[in-house]
């Protein structure tokens, strides 16, 4: 399963055994005090503290699926896909860490490097 962006968090959720009731009511509760900010960097500042109440410091190595999630590492603006199994590695299989050694929340919302 991948996901970009909300299509991410909702993976991540999946891959954890959230069941799907749980993820819609994550959503009808907390997406409408984030979006109801006014600035982005507010709405970012939200979104990463929900992340780490939700994700805690779960990693790739955490999930019960195969999931990848796609994001930019802004600093060389390259896109990258977080994966969480070294099956779903195009190549370099023996250098591969799931989800690039991150944290799922920060992989959620900002795709940086811890």
């Keep these: 399963m991948f996901g970009t962006s909300t299509g991410g968090i909702i993976a991540a959720l999946i891959a954890l055994g959230y069941e799907v009731e749980e993820i819609h009511q994550l959503y009808k509760e907390y997406v409408p005090a984030i979006m109801k900010r006014w600035f982005p960097l507010t709405r970012t500042w ?24 796609n994001t930019t590492k802004w600093m060389i ?20 860490v799931p989800g690039f050694g991150v944290s799922i929340a920060s992989t959620v919302t900002s795709g940086r490097s811890e």
């Design 46 to 69: 939200a979104l990463e503290k929900l992340a780490r109440e939700v994700f805690e410091d779960k990693k790739f190595t955490d999930v019960k699926m195969g999931i990848g999630i």
């Design 77 to 96: 603006e390259t896109p990258m896909i977080s994966k969480a199994n070294v099956d779903q590695a195009y190549g370099r299989k023996s250098s591969f």
